[in-house]
């Protein structure tokens, strides 16, 4: 049977992605400045790290520094490793906080597509744009899909359209070609004016 997110060139990484809602969570956390794969096959790592356990509330009781030298051993798990271990951190500790540890529990029984979009858009390091993403993620490969989805998730390419590995590079040529269009109808900033120089009467 096909794993419903091939988005690594690592079987297992996939396998962790499918199995693990927090892992997939973080993978959606750190695809920010690193390329799509790098993002998704950290959280394998990270459980490899970790013992084999990845855990939001195993994390939330960590020290922040002890997560962020996790992150930095080689290979480092983001090019950020300092910023994205603490983002994981304050991830898994409102998720101990606000559904007692588990991560599918944002979306589990999310009454509507509004009401899950809220939800992720309340979770740390996710902003508007990942939020809608991972919407999408969720309906188009895990089959999230309250009444309404549709209408929350990104209407871009992303990850959530990657079916397959091999899509990995097409869709990421899509998003270039997506933010470059956006780029484009964008006005021009204005520029400062500048005040003329006077001289000096002699």
């Known amino acids: 049977m096909a794993c419903k997110t091939p988005f690594t060139p690592n079987s297992e990484a996939n396998a962790v992605l499918e199995s693990n809602a927090f892992a997939l969570m973080t993978g959606m956390l750190l695809d920010q400045q690193v390329p799509m794969e790098w993002a998704f096959g950290a959280p394998a790592l990270l ?5 084999g ?7 939330a009781a960590m020290s ?3 997560l962020e030298a996790i992150f930095r051993a080689k290979p480092a798990l983001h090019r950020y490793p300092g910023s994205m271990a603490k983002r994981t951190h304050a991830l898994a500790t409102y998720l101990v906080e606000h559904y007692g540890g588990r991560a599918e529990s944002v979306w589990n029984d999310a009454p509507t597509g509004d009401e899950l979009l809220a939800r992720v858009v309340a979770l740390p390091g996710f902003g508007k744009d990942k939020s809608r993403i ?3 993620l969720l309906g188009k490969r895990l089959g999230v899909q309250p009444p309404g989805w549709e209408q929350a998730a990104a209407d871009w390419p992303s990850i959530a359209d990657v079916d397959t ?3 990995v590079l097409e869709i990421r040529e899509k998003k270039r070609a997506h933010k470059a269009a956006l ?3 964008q006005p021009a900033p204005k520029k400062a004016k500048t005040k003329a120089k006077t001289k000096a009467k002699s």
């Open 47 to 51: 459980k490899e790290r970790l013992g």
């Open 53 to 59: 356990t990845l855990d939001p509330t195993v994390i």
């Open 64 to 66: 922040p520094e002890d």
């Open 134 to 136: 991972f919407v999408g």
């Open 165 to 167: 590995y091999e899509r």
């Open 183 to 185: 780029k484009a109808t």
